[in-house]
């Protein structure tokens, strides 16, 4: 996994982590973590949820393309059978 830079020192990770301690205090940070790893991991899923399903409907339409095609045509034949007996009595 590649290391992404942060463009900020050590002092300045210490001094906000020093901030949050002093705002929310030391009992509720673990809470605060535990809340946003869940809300990261529910965006994680939802995104491979979401392309795992544009990978099958692209792997479906590649496959079933030609299918979709011949069940579309049969629909408008029957269509077609049953309008043209209607038409043909008015």
Do not use: Y
Request: glycine letters at 10%.
């Amino acid at each position: 996994m590649q290391m992404i830079p942060l463009f900020i020192s050590g002092a300045e990770i210490a001094f906000i982590v020093f901030i949050l301690v002093m705002v929310f205090g030391a009992d509720k940070i673990p809470e605060i973590a535990k809340g946003l790893g869940k809300g990261m991991r529910t965006i994680k899923d939802a995104t491979n949820d979401i392309k795992t399903e544009i990978t099958s409907n692209k792997q479906i339409g590649e496959m079933g393309g030609k299918n979709i095609k011949e069940e579309v045509d049969k629909v408008k034949e029957e269509i077609d059978e049953i309008t043209g007996s209607i038409r043909r009595k008015l």
